[in-house]
Each structure stands twice: as structure tokens, then as C-alpha cells.
């Protein structure tokens, strides 16, 4: 059975739906993320999960009993809140021991307990501090303790890394799978940066506008968008608008404009005619010389119009005979080279039948 | 160029800073020092100070030897604790329903606290003599507590809300999802946080309160005299400056080591907690 199970929420502020029949199932030990851009109604779904909202319609089911009417404070699970919301007059020890405290505790069990739980978070020489003394990674990383600290069934972070600079930022990425798989606890997360939730989720759900778009895996919300938005937003993608010329699962065919012919490969019953998108990576995308014998069923001809060294890679921006423009991503790991083409460079570029994916509108 | 920049500032400093320093010194530390200097003279002999040099102790002989003036100041303080801690009481609801009011509304209701303000003080004494005197509470402590409490409600209300309006809300609502219930948040969260506010307050009700004179001559009746009523009779009426002058230094000696202690207080309580687990 799940864990959490959200069955049909919906949430009107006004005339504004913020959240809009979202049904979702999370599993214990799960660390589920909610990505999608800003106001698309990530911090309202958490915000109801943790009883500071009610839906109005719908309901929330923990262990498959129903959460409706429950206040906060009754809820076994806790959040972490995107602000931190440490208690400014207590140490870091008070802050973390709060919880134990709500809980009743013997006073032996809530040192025990406390001083376990910063050991996790790497904060043990730090009982005694001051919120206000600490770095902002530090003070995450108190928030995190103080959730954890009363094994909740669920712990709700939203934006949790959003305040921390890049480098930071990962290091407490790889700090908070290590902490989650130590704990056992089951993650809901919230973010609008695809590659902190493709590089922490177990499942990703991804919203816009108060819908869920897609709930998938990692890999295969990368690799099998479901739709244009899902395709443009989780990742870098060329985008092509298409219209099909031949069905067949390894025999299809699609005509796009500024592009010309392109195969690819669909399970899917497609009817002649119908239009939809082209969705192709732009690592899966080959530059080679115009002369170079290849053995690629899409070889389009081009020439380099711009391009980006981003030190392990460089993406080009090729554009092609037609006036289409296509993106390619290339490693740069021949030794004693730093680029393999140069601005104005007469190009092919090609990628496998099965590279890229047909999206229906 | 940079020495020149660092001596304008300097010379703005000191522009900036002069005028109130001249102030505070012509106004308020030269009439003190006289006062201390009158303390240790005689009295004349239809009011004001014998002529120089005639001086004695006397009035701190005087003041030390009797036990009716310390009387007078521990009532006096009592009055002022008393006042403070009503007003605590009854400007917290207050502050804190301001605090958590629509923006706007905000703004209108710290008006009404202030718009007494707006009017004499005097004027609003004698509105209480017509409320008490048919009530057969004037000339009471009763009376008196009343219009001290009336008179200094605004500055704990407002050092107290302003303290309030900058609690963040997310502070709360993490101790509630941390498991709190709602009078547990208000004695965990809310209220330690806000003891600056009443720290503040405080300060600003007892320290005019147990000089004040104009609301127990008015209120009160004559056996419970306060200190200020005592200070403003030597002066004006028993024409014993000296004496007038001594009760004074004692009340500001009495209240500037009462500030040290609470300061010294609130930075220990700060210290002590850091030590705390
Ligand atoms: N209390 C409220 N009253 C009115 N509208 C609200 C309220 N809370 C949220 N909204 C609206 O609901 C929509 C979703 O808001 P929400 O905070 O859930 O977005 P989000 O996905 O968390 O965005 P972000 O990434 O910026 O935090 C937004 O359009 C927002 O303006
Ligand atoms: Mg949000």
C-alpha cells in the first residue's frame, strides 16, 4: 500500500486554480520530487500534505486513512521549510531537541537522540550555536536535523537548496541522498531546478499550471517525455515541429520544415498526416565532416554558426541548408584538442533512427 | 585624496553631532550638575538657596533619618511595578492583534494608540476626575494606578508591536508542524522572542512613572504620596530646595542603577542561554 496517496486535489484561490486534480501515490522509503516552474502550485500541494491548507476537493490519505481535518501538529510527518524557519532564541541543540520535546521525551532520550541526529547532518561541535552563527549550508542542514530528528513517517522539503550557492548546493545534494538512505524516511521534494530533482529523485512528478504533466523516473522522463513541455523543461532539447509522412514502428517518417525527411521509430498506432513534435538531445547528435562516410539514416548538411566551450563540452548551434537550426553537444575529450569545429565550418550533422521521440500534440 | 575624503567625513561627524550635544549639555547635564551643587547648600530663608557659601549635608542628614522618605520611595516603586505589569497585561493582546491585522488596518489602529496624544494631558486627567469622582474612586490608589496605567499604555504598546510585527510567521508555523499546540507556540516561540519588546516597554512605563507627579497630585489622595509629589512639595511649597534637590539625585541614582541591573539582566539571560544545551 502507499505511503501517500493523493487522490483528486484541487485548490481554488479565488478564480485561480493552483492546483487542479492531481492524484498522486508515493511509497514508503520513496524520495519523491514535485518539479515545475515558479507558481505552477509545488508549495501549495506541500502545504496541504502538511495540514496548513485544506483542498477543496479531493483528499489526502496517510496509510490510507484520510488527513482531512487533521491539524498540523497532529500530522506524523514534517516539513522543512524553504526559509529555514529556525527558532532564533534557541541553540542549534534546542532547535533539534523541539520536536522530542512536543513529543515528550524523557530528557535522557532527547539528548541521545539530538546528539545522534546532528552527527548525521555533520554538525555534532555545533550543539551549542546560534542559528544566527551559522553559514546558510549550516543552518540547512539544522532545519534537516530538526525534521528528521523524530523519525516522521514523511518529511516534506521545499526548495530546501534553493538558498545555497552552486557548490554548496551539491555537496548537500550528495549529503541529502546519503541522509535519506541512512534514515529509511520517505522524501517529498520541492524544486524548480530539473537537475537537482534528476540527480535526487527516486520518481519525479513534473507540474505546470497546477496539473502534473508527467510521474516518471529520472531516465525515462529524459529519455520519454511525454509531452513538448516535459521535453523543453527537464533538460536541454531540439524541439521540431513535424507532420508524418509514413507510420511503422521502426519505419516512421516525419517532414519538418527547414529541416527535410527525418526517420525515426515509434511503438506507438500513428495515422499519416497528423502533426506533433520532434524531440531529439542534443547529446545523441553527431557533428562529423561533410566528406566522412556515415552510416546514419539522418545526415543533414550545415554549417557551424555558434559555438559554446563549456570546458568538458561544447555545444554547437549548426544551421542547416533548410534554415533550420540544430543544437549538438559534444565531449571534449580528444587529448592535445580543445575544439573539433570551428565557427563557419561546413559540417554534417546525424543521429541514429531511434535517437530522438515523437511527441503527439 | 583619500585623507581628505576620511577628514570631510570627520568634519561631518562632528557638524551632524554638535547641535544635540550642545543641547543635551546647556539644557540637561549643567541644570543636573546645579542640582547636585543646590543639593549640598542651605536653604534661604523665604525659599531658594542661602547665599553662598553656606553649605551642609543636612539634607541627606535629613533624608537618611527618617524612615517616613523611604516609605515614600518603596511605595513609589511598588506603583511603578504595579503599573508596568498591567500594562504588559493589557497592551500584549493589543500589540499582538496589531501585529497580525491586514496591512492596513495596521497602520490606522497604531494611530488610535498615539491619538490620545493628540490631546492635553492635563486636560485628560480631569476627564478622570469626572469619571472617578462620582464612582467614589478618586483621591485612591485605585485612582492613582488608573491614570498611570491610562496615561503610559502607548509605550508599551508600542515598542511591544513592533517587536511583534517582525516575528516571522514561518517561525510558527514550523513549530506547529514540529508538533506544538497553540498555547505551547505562544509560550515556546512567541513570547521569549518578544521579551525585547517588553524589555523596552518596561523601560519606557517605570522610569516615568515612579517620578511623576502630576497624575498622583491629581488622582491620588494626600496620605499615599509618591516620590514626585514629595520633590515638587520642597521645592514649591516647604521652600526647601536642598532637600528638593538631594530627593531628586536619589530617584535618578535609585532608576540609573535599576537600568544597569535590567541591562546587566538581559545580556546575562543572553550568555546564559548560549551556555544551555
Ligand atoms: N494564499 C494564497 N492566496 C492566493 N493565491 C495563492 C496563495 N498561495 C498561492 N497562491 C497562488 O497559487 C499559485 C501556486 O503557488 P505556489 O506557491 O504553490 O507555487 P510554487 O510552485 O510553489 O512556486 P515557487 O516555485 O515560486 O515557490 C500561484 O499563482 C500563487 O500566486
Ligand atoms: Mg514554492
Not at chain 1, 257 to 271: F, T, V
Not at chain 2, 235 to 258: C, H, K, N, Q, Y
Request: glycine share 8%; proline share 6%.
Amino acid at each position: 500500500m502507499a505511503l501517500l496517496e493523493l487522490k483528486n486535489i484541487t485548490r481554488r484561490f479565488g478564480a485561480l486554480e493552483a492546483v487542479k486534480d492531481v492524484s498522486l501515490s508515493i511509497a514508503a522509503g520513496e524520495f519523491f520530487t514535485l518539479l515545475g516552474p515558479s507558481g505552477c502550485g509545488k508549495t501549495t500541494i506541500l502545504r496541504m500534505i502538511g495540514g496548513f491548507d485544506e483542498p477543496d476537493a479531493g483528499d489526502i490519505l496517510l496509510d490510507g486513512k484520510s488527513l482531512a481535518g487533521v491539524p498540523p501538529e497532529k500530522r506524523p510527518l514534517h516539513t522543512v521549510f524553504q526559509s529555514y524557519a529556525l527558532f532564533p532564541h534557541m541553540s542549534v541543540a534546542g532547535n533539534v531537541a523541539f520536536p522530542l520535546e512536543m513529543a515528550r521525551l524523557p530528557a535522557a532520550e532527547i539528548k541521545r537522540r539530538v546528539a545522534e541526529a546532528l552527527s548525521l547532518v555533520h554538525l555534532g561541535d555545533k550543539a551549542a550555536q546560534f542559528p544566527h552563527e551559522l553559514s546558510g549550508g549550516q543552518r540547512q542542514r539544522v532545519a534537516l536535523a530538526r525534521g528528521l530528528v523524530n523519525k516522521p513517517r514523511l518529511l516534506l522539503l521545499d526548495e530546501s537548496l534553493g538558498a545555497l550557492d552552486a557548490k554548496l548546493r551539491e555537496e548537500m545534494q550528495v549529503e541529502l541522498i546519503a541522509i535519506q538512505r541512512a534514515v529509511g524516511i520517505t522524501f517529498v521534494f520541492v524544486t524548480h531546478a530539473q537537475d537537482e530533482a534528476l540527480a535526487l529523485s527516486h520518481r519525479i512528478a513534473v507540474m505546470r499550471d497546477g496539473r502534473i504533466e508527467q510521474c516518471d523516473e529520472p531516465d525515462k522522463l529524459y529519455t520519454q517525455p511525454a509531452n513538448r513541455f516535459v521535453a523543453d523543461f527537464v533538460g536541454k532539447i531540439n524541439l521540431f515541429d513535424v507532420e508524418v509522412l509514413a507510420a511503422g514502428k521502426a519505419a516512421l517518417k516525419l517532414a519538418a520544415p527547414g529541416l527535410g525527411e527525418i526517420a525515426a521509430s515509434d511503438p506507438r498506432p500513428l495515422r499519416v498526416g497528423e502533426r506533433g513534435a520532434f524531440a531529439l538531445r542534443p547529446e545523441l547528435i553527431r557533428i562529423v565532416d561533410q566528406k566522412e562516410a556515415i552510416e546514419l539514416k539522418n545526415r543533414f548538411f550545415g554549417r557551424v554558426k555558434e559555438l559554446l566551450y563549456l570546458g568538458d563540452v561544447t555545444l554547437y548551434k549548426v544551421e542547416l541548408a533548410n534554415g533550420g537550426v540544430v543544437e549538438a553537444l559534444m565531449t571534449n575529450a580528444a587529448p592535445g584538442r580543445a575544439l573539433f569545429h570551428e565557427v563557419g565550418d561546413a559540417v554534417a550533422v546525424c543521429w541514429r533512427h531511434d535517437a530522438g521521440v515523437y511527441l503527439r500534440n | 585624496m583619500a585623507e581628505v575624503r576620511s577628514r570631510a567625513r570627520e568634519l561631518t561627524k562632528w557638524a551632524v553631532t554638535l547641535p544635540p550635544t550642545a543641547f543635551l549639555v546647556a539644557f540637561f547635564l549643567l541644570p543636573a550638575l546645579i542640582v547636585v551643587a543646590a543639593s549640598f547648600r542651605e536653604p534661604g530663608e523665604f525659599g531658594g538657596l542661602a547665599p553662598w557659601p553656606a553649605h551642609s549635608l543636612d539634607a541627606y542628614r535629613f533624608l537618611f533619618g527618617d524612615v517616613i522618605y523611604l516609605e515614600i520611595f518603596a511605595r513609589s516603586f511598588a506603583v511603578a511595578v504595579l503599573t508596568t505589569l498591567i500594562c504588559i497585561v493589557l497592551a500584549y493582546p493589543l500589540a499582538w492583534l496589531i501585529a497580525h491585522s491586514p496591512a492596513k488596518r495596521r497602520d490606522l489602529m497604531v494611530l488610535l494608540v498615539v491619538l490620545p496624544f493628540a490631546s492635553n494631558f492635563l486636560v485628560r486627567i480631569y476627564a478622570w476626575i469626572m469619571l472617578l469622582g462620582p464612582a467614589n474612586l478618586l483621591f485612591t490608589p485605585f485612582a492613582v494606578i488608573i491614570g498611570m496605567v491610562y496615561v503610559h499604555l502607548p509605550f508599551m504598546i508600542l515598542p511591544l508591536y513592533t517587536n511583534l510585527e517582525n516575528h516571522d510567521p514561518a517561525w510558527l508555523e514550523a513549530a506547529q508542524d514540529l508538533g506544538a499546540p497553540a498555547w505551547t507556540r505562544f509560550w515556546r516561540v512567541t513570547f521569549p522572542l518578544s521579551l525585547p519588546g517588553i524589555f523596552a516597554g518596561s523601560a519606557l512605563v517605570f522610569i516615568p512613572v515612579i517620578g511623576i507627579f502630576a497624575v498622583p497630585e491629581l488622582l491620588g489622595g494626600t496620605r499615599d504620596i509618591l516620590i514626585g509629589n514629595l520633590i515638587k512639595q520642597q521645592f514649591l511649597e516647604d521652600r526647601d530646595w536642598p532637600l528638593g534637590a538631594a530627593l531628586s539625585i536619589l530617584l535618578t541614582v535609585v532608576v540609573l542603577v535599576l537600568a544597569a541591573l535590567a541591562t546587566w539582566g538581559a545580556r546575562r539571560r543572553r550568555h546564559g542561554a548560549k551556555a544551555a544545551p
